[in-house]
């Protein structure tokens, strides 16, 4: 039996991407940007924060140069406030208990 080649393709190609090969790298590369970009999920869950995240991530994996040294900026100033946050929290705890 074959396979139907254009079953794992992607559903833009059918609507938005009419014309555009589907087997093209840089045309799959924007059928997914085009989803990332119309994503309506809720933020305010913990799924949409790691989804956030994780587009977050990606997203300074693919930027070079300037863009990525602003970004491990960013994520260096997260880290130093959650550092903070947490020795914070550990010297009021022992505080606590030693008083």
Excluded: K, Y
């Excluded at 900026?73 to 914070?88: E, K, M, P, R, T």
């Amino acid at each position: 039996m074959a396979e139907n080649p254009g079953s794992e393709r992607h559903p833009r190609f059918d609507d938005d991407l009419v014309g555009l090969d589907p087997d093209d790298p840089e045309a799959q590369a924007f059928a997914e940007h085009l989803d990332r970009m119309q994503r309506c999920d809720p933020t305010f869950t913990i799924e949409g924060s790691l989804r956030g995240v994780a587009d977050f991530a990606e997203g300074s994996n693919r930027a070079g140069g300037l863009r990525w040294w602003v970004a491990a900026l960013v994520v260096c100033l997260i880290l130093i406030g959650v550092l903070f946050s947490a020795w914070d929290i550990v010297v009021d705890l022992l505080a606590w208990l030693g008083g």
